[in-house]
Structures are given as C-alpha cells and as structure tokens.
C-alpha cells in the first residue's frame, strides 16, 4: 500500500484516515458549489433635496423627464405613460426608448448637462413588478442617461 | 508426501499518490469558489438588465467599503416551508406576509413595527459615513444596494426607499442580473 513502510523508509503513513477526510471536505464543497450568474449594478439616487415623497407633483416648473408606470388590474398589463402621455403597449419599448432620447437630448441642447442634468424620474405604483421598473432603468443607462430617480405618488393621482 | 503448500499472496497495491494530487487541486478549487457570503445576499431571481456594469470583485464583497445590501425577496419553499402558488407560476405574489426585507441577514417584515426597526438600522449604517454625525438623518455617503426580485411589487421597494431616504441615503445601486455574454457564430 502507498505510504506503507517500505525498505527505504520504515516509517508508514496510513493515508486512508486522511484520504476519507479529503474526500468528506470534498463532497461537502462540490454539493455546496454554485456558480452565480454575473452580476450587475445600475446606478441611480435619490432626489436629495426632496427623498421620495415630494416628487408626486406633476406640475413642477422644474425640467424633468417622467416615466409613470401605472398596473391594470382588470388587464392585468403595465401601462406606461412618458408625462402624461400614454404609451400604447403594442409600440414596445422602441417608442419609449425615443421618446426618453429626444426629450433628454432637446434639455442637454437647452444647457441642461452635467451637473445640471435634467433627471429622468421613474414613477411607478406600488403593484408594477419591480422588473418593469428594472426595464426602464436599463433603457436609460442604454441611452447614457446621466441621473436617473425614483419618483412615487403622481401614479396614485392620476 | 512432500507437496509444499505455496500460499499466493497477491497483493495489489494500487499507488494513491496521483489520486491524493488530484483530489487536492480539486478541493482547493471547490474552497476557492465557495460563497460564504450568503448573509448578505438572500436567494432570488434578479431581473436582467443589459446594460448594467459589472460589479467589480471588491464590489460583491460585503461591508466592503461604503457598501451594504437590502434584499427584497419572497419567502423561501425550502428554509421557510412556504408553499406559494402564485409565485411558484411565476406571477407577482401580492401577499404582504410572503414578502421580507433583509439586511446583513436581519429578516423584516413589511409591517409597522419591523418597519421601524428597519428605519433604525438604516440610521446605524448611515451614521458612520454622515456629513453631521450627531445629527440622525443628515445626508450619507454610504452606497445602498437594493436587490429585489424581479416580480416583487414596486410598492416594497417604495417602502424601502422611504425608509432610506429618511436616513440620510441617498446613494443607491440596484443589483440586477447581467444576461451571459453571446457566443460568436461560426
């Protein structure tokens, strides 16, 4: 047996013991082992002057770009809305996507880049599926959106 | 007679020596990708966005820097024995009692009382990075990382907000999914 004592050297070593403990150490890490899936951030922040609750006002004089996010129950379907404007479900994400870039592209015209970046607010109400919330936020991003916050309330007025 | 009896011994010794190499770059490949981090990040399924970064290794590690993560997740079929048809079809579940909000493993509930416990935490983890230490709420400079499931109601998300903004946390990085990068064709 290897590790048994031999001419060369008298001294044996049972390697069982420590070759049954390897393989426990083992089996518990293989049962254990999980690959993760990669993960991602999305930056965004929270209006510092107002938190979360002031942002219910739709009628601000201050530029912004409002996505509200509203769910029907009786449909069962996320409705989106860019202001006050609906956005019928069967345009997808396209006309969403267009309409966020003309807007955002017409306030950085107007001086509005930077720091003074006018801030596309996400607005939606508390039953959306946070994946649809996630949806918008990603097309931003895609769109080089530089501030992005979450807004709530105005869907509750509407 | 003179028959001798020759007894065989036949004895296999098989050498363990490549056998024990293996099964050490084995275990140390299993160690090294062993997640221990489990009381940070709670078992989920993250919506995919595209365009998210990729969050650096010193990134996922938790406390970390400025970094802590609040999960809004569903209760768990194995740990918490919940049977919910609903989020198990893949609809949005929404049943208050079936939703939690954990932080550095501390599990709350969406209710009032744990919600306040909630705020409390927030201020503890928010204070050390203050503009104005002694005063509870001032502005900090901690990042926040929500990850929540992908058909969790905004409306707990909302509630986890509040309770952030009215600590002083304004920073705040949604964890998501990033989809695997495409094969090349051909």
């Known amino acids: 047996m290897a590790g048994g004592p031999s001419e060369d050297n008298p001294v044996g070593i049972n390697v069982t013991a420590m070759v049954d403990i390897i393989f426990c150490i083992l089996l518990f890490f293989m049962c254990s082992m999980k690959f993760k899936a990669i993960e991602g951030k999305l930056d965004s922040w929270l209006p510092l002057d107002k938190g979360g609750k002031a942002s219910a006002n739709l009628n601000q004089e201050k530029p912004e770009i409002r996505i509200v996010l509203s769910f029907d129950e009786t449909r069962g379907i996320v409705e989106r809305y860019f202001g006050r404007n609906p956005i019928p479900p069967e345009q997808g994400d396209l006309k969403l996507e267009s309409l966020i870039d003309a807007q955002n592209k017409a306030y ?9 970046a006018v801030p596309v607010i996400i607005d939606a109400g508390p039953k959306v599926p946070w994946e649809n919330v996630v949806n918008v936020l990603n097309m931003c991003k895609g769109l080089g959106v530089k501030k992005v916050e979450f807004g709530f309330g105005s869907e509750l007025k509407k | 007679m003179g028959f001798k009896e020759h007894k065989v011994h036949d004895e296999v010794a098989p050498n363990l020596v490549p056998m024990i190499d293996i099964m050490f770059l084995l275990l140390l490949f299993f160690m090294l990708n062993a997640n221990f981090d489990a009381r940070a990040t709670e078992e989920m399924v993250s919506p995919i966005a595209k365009n998210a970064d990729e969050r650096k290794k010193d990134e996922k590690q938790e406390g970390s820097g400025s970094r802590v993560t609040v999960n809004i997740h569903h209760l768990s079929e194995g740990g918490d024995k919940l049977l919910c048809p609903t989020y198990k079809a893949g609809k949005v579940c929404r049943e208050d009692t079936h939703w939690l909000i954990s932080v550095q493993g501390r599990r709350h ?52 907000i509040e309770q952030l903004a009215g600590a002083g946390l304004y920073k705040i990085e949604v964890g998501v999914e990033k989809p695997a990068p495409e094969k090349p064709k051909g």
């Open chain 1, 108 to 116: 950085e015209s107007q001086g509005f880049r930077d720091d003074k």
């Open chain 2, 109 to 160: 509930k969406l209710v009032k009382e744990d919600l306040e416990k909630l705020k409390s935490v927030f201020l503890d983890l928010a204070r050390p990075f203050s503009e104005d230490k002694s005063k509870p709420g001032s502005k900090s400079e901690r990042v926040m990382v929500i990850r929540a499931d992908r058909q969790a109601p905004y409306g707990y998300i909302q509630k986890t």
